[in-house]
């Protein structure tokens, strides 16, 4: 490959990462940004555990995902998130050199989304991603890590791996990340997103003295996924069910085939 062309190929993956992490996150945190708005109300104050604000947080990360892979999967690959990036890198599907480009993206990313809700809506930004009384700082370098285990294992499978549902891989990301928050939101407000986490820190210039699990737990996750799918595919996991992306026609007699 020339060198500029190369050069165009990791300016387009760095744009379309930076792009894809902003939008996905101004919407995300937008979402959350408003049911965690400070109430009008006394008896309204005590929402910290109100399945209706944990589903709607939820559900504004699960689409925004869902949305803006669909629209940046064609350029870059639609990571948007260095966890994921850094599996990627793991299982050689990101070079040394993409893989880091697109990391950096993507917290410039998060920084920038953070930075635009913050000016956007009255009131202070409040997604940062915190741990909840009673939740030790272990327990959520753990929960952390599953849950982006989760999240990876969904990519590799479903957008990784070439099959009829490719195309359709979008909408079981996003699926996953709600799960995922629904999960997790409670207890360490599920980041599973280095960037997520990151970005709102940046701008509230307040950083807790467990950020770090924001890191190591996705980064964590990333690796148990990762190693669970290359032993997949070391034990060739196509082979026990070879006919499963099969329309069925290639089985069947000409005549009832319809040739």
Known sequence: MALGTAIRHHLLAFISELAG???????????????NSPPKTAENSNLAADPAKLFFISLSFGLGLAVNVWIFFRVSGAHLNPAVTFAMMLVGAASIIRGP??????????????????????GPL???????????IVRGLFIEMFLTAQLVLTIFMLAGEKHRATCVAPIGIGLSLLLVEMTGIYWTGGSVNPARS????????SFPGYHWIYWVGPGLGAIIA????????????EDLNPDQDSDGFEHRPATEAGY
């Open 226 to 237: 990762s190693a669970f799918y290359l032993l997949l595919k070391f034990l060739k996991y």
């Open 126 to 136: 409040g997604v940062s991603t915190t741990l909840v009384e009673g939740t030790s």
């Open 21 to 35: 992490t902003f939008l996905f996150l101004l919407f995300a945190f937008g979402g959350t940004n408003a049911v």
């Open 198 to 205: 990151f970005g709102p820190c940046v701008v509230t210039h």
């Open 101 to 122: 480009i697109m990391i950096v993206a993507q917290i410039a990313g998060g920084i920038a989304a953070a930075a635009v809700v913050s000016a956007l809506f009255p």
